[in-house]
């Protein structure tokens, strides 16, 4: 099994890119996303769960990105919007089992699979 992310690319301040992770045959996990830029840590953005898809925002996020599920598509969306320059980073879809760690950004250890990665670039 494998996570595949699509949907990186370069966009101006204040617009929108859509991010998707095809994660087929993770039934029994929730999906999130998580950024690292140049220099940092990575950080938890967001995570929708599995079960009853309910959600996690890290704040800087929160009312700017919206995280979805297709599931006949066995894809998650990262929908971002009013996109800052702060926001340029390297975005990793992840799997971790069942539901969302409620301090997600402190999750990183409880991820099992990690998608390669997709470049999300916010020019000023």
């Known amino acids: 099994v494998q996570l595949v992310e699509s949907g990186g690319g370069l966009v101006q301040a204040g617009g929108s890119l859509t991010l998707s992770c095809a994660a087929p045959?993770?039934?029994?996990?929730?999906i999130g996303w998580w950024r690292q830029a140049p220099g940092k840590g990575r950080e938890g953005v967001s995570c929708?769960?599995?079960?009853?898809?309910?959600?996690v925002y890290v704040d800087s996020v929160k009312g700017r990105f919206t995280i979805s599920r297709d599931t006949a598509k066995n894809t998650v969306y990262l929908q971002m919007n009013k996109l800052k320059p702060e926001d340029t980073a390297v975005y990793y879809c992840?799997?971790?089992?069942?539901?969302?760690?409620?301090?997600?950004?402190?999750?990183?250890?409880?991820?099992?699979?990690w998608g390669q990665g997709t470049q999300v670039t916010v020019s000023s």
């Open positions: 992840a799997a971790e089992r069942f539901r969302c760690s409620p301090n997600y950004s402190d999750s990183y250890y409880n991820q099992e699979y």
């Open positions: 045959g993770f039934d029994d996990y929730a």
């Open positions: 929708i769960s599995r079960s009853d898809d309910s959600t």
